[in-house]
């Protein structure tokens, strides 16, 4: 269906949809509500074993706030070129691991910025949202 604009109405993923779509993306952001209301921070994240993972400095508000605490992990990638996008939600309880536990997969994650991110945190969602949004037939003219 597309509307008279030449555009498909967004459509709702499917959890499996999401999870294809969660690995292939470096950056989320994680949100959570702090002590001075609701912060939202970018990570590099991963995903191993249906859990998001990511790093960060131990001292940072999100190190300090985030443990045992629920959290929303949004992943987005949109292509400028035909004018798409799609998101995906994973909203769950945030976990610091200690080391011994933490997959090699996570330790050997991209981290954008530069200096040390000793904190390892998983996020195992209790729910997976996601919408795609279609670009519009006439997205180059």
Request: proline share 8%.
């Amino acid at each position: 269906m597309t509307t008279p604009s030449g555009t498909r109405p967004p459509a709702v993923l499917t959890a499996y949809d999401c999870w294809r779509l969660l690995p292939t993306e470096e950056v989320a952001r994680v949100a959570w509500s702090g002590p001075d209301g609701t912060a939202i921070v970018p990570v590099n994240y991963t995903v191993t074993h249906q859990s998001l993972w990511f790093r960060t400095q131990p001292y940072s508000a999100l190190g300090r706030q985030v443990h045992g605490g629920r959290v929303a992990v949004e992943v987005d990638h949109v292509d400028h070129v035909d004018k798409s996008a799609w998101s995906v939600v994973a909203i769950g309880t945030a976990q610091v691991v200690d080391g011994d536990e933490v997959p090699d997969s996570v330790l050997q994650m991209r981290v954008w910025v530069p200096g040390p991110r000793s904190l390892v945190v998983r996020v195992d969602p209790v729910e997976v949202t996601g919408r795609r949004l279609w670009g519009r037939a006439d997205a180059n003219r």
